[in-house]
């Protein structure tokens, strides 16, 4: 996983790897060694996307817990 040997590589820079890694794979250019490195590489980059994914997912879960609480506030406010 590349993201915990510390890089800090951007989710978008990461599926643009993992695009460019398809393309190669899809072409008859690369030896069959170098298809195995590939593929390895972009399950690796698939896996560090999904971690980034998460950590979104998880984020935004926060931000509308604290979007929840200032409604009910803003609410509460008007009510008295």
Excluded: Q
Excluded at 20 to 44: A, F, Q
């Amino acid at each position: 996983n590349s993201a915990e040997k510390g890089d800090t590589v951007s989710y978008e820079t990461l599926v643009k790897e993992l695009e460019n890694i398809i393309e190669k794979l899809k072409s008859d250019e690369v030896s069959m060694e170098e298809s195995l490195s590939l593929y390895s590489r972009g399950i690796e980059i698939g896996k560090d996307c999904l971690d980034e994914l998460s950590k979104f997912k998880n984020k935004i879960e926060v931000l509308n817990k604290d979007l929840s609480k200032l409604e009910i506030a803003i609410e509460e406010d008007y009510d008295d």
